[in-house]
T-cell receptor
Framework: DTAVSQTPKYLVTQMGNDKSIKCEQNLGHDTMYWYKQDSKKFLKIMFSYNNKELIINETVPNRFSPKSPDKAHLNLHINSLELGDSAVYFC????????????FGPGTRLTVL | AQSVTQLGSHVSVSEGALVLLRCNYSSSVPPYLFWYVQYPNQGLQLLLKYTTGATLVKGINGFEAEFKKSETSFHLTKPSAHMSDAAEYFCAVADRGSPLGRLYFGRGTQLTVWP
């Protein structure tokens, strides 16, 4: 059983398109996150949700909109894709404590042409 | 905001040699400290973490790290490298009392293990 899963694994699209990445965790965790890993492998948090409530919203363009239909799912919708959005996007989850281990999904490699 | 520095973006060792990956943090208040490993085309996996208590922390796959407050460091070591250790290693910190789970990552160190 995969603990944190993401779909799709690869996403290739044209500039200007709208796309979504889905994330699901079966660990029963209360908190979920989205991270962006750039071409130099630098990881930066984008959003976090706790029990469907937005907790962290970093300086991310408002073309990026997370949606959490329930605490096991956190999806990322991206409007009007730009070349600079090309990256690997990781979903993660943890229990409701700041020292808790974050469990990462396998990542979604987004390529914008 | 926290700053995490990993000295050396690439480290190469021979199989059986000591592995030492360096990590320093910037805050005056010791944060929570983590080491994650990323194998090719995979997500990150926790190796070990320090939150409180004993400053020498043991993790999976024979890795350990020591928190040194005076040096604001949390270096990762393994006595004897194995080919399977080749991966990207990330040091990360979280402020005590910060919003839930805000991790600040270093820029990573690529470990190569030669036969």
């Amino acid at each position: 059983d995969t603990a944190v899963s993401q779909t799709p694994k690869y996403l290739v699209t044209q500039m200007g398109n709208d796309k979504s990445i889905k994330c699901e965790q079966n660990l029963g965790h209360d908190t979920m996150y989205w991270y962006k890993q750039d071409s130099k492998k630098f990881l930066k948090i984008m959003f976090s949700y706790n029990n469907k409530e937005l907790i962290i919203n970093e300086t991310v363009p408002n073309r990026f909109s997370p949606k959490s239909p329930d605490k096991a799912h956190l999806n990322l919708h991206i409007n009007s894709l730009e070349l600079g959005d090309s990256a690997v996007y990781f979903c993660a989850s943890s229990q409701n404590r700041d020292t808790d281990t974050q469990y990462f999904g396998p990542g979604t490699r987004l390529t914008v042409l | 905001a926290q700053s995490v520095t990993q000295l050396g973006s690439h480290v190469s060792v021979s199989e059986g040699a000591l592995v030492l990956l360096r990590c320093n943090y910037s805050s005056s208040v010791p944060p929570y400290l983590f080491w994650y490993v990323q194998y090719p085309n995979q997500g990150l996996q926790l190796l070990l973490k320090y939150t409180t208590g004993a400053t020498l922390v043991k993790g999976i796959n024979g890795f350990e790290a020591e928190f040194k407050k005076s040096e604001t460091s949390f270096h990762l070591t393994k006595p004897s490298a194995h080919m399977s250790d080749a991966a990207e290693y990330f040091c990360a910190v979280a402020d005590r009392g910060s919003p839930l789970g805000r991790l600040y990552f270093g820029r990573g160190t690529q470990l190569t293990v030669w036969p």
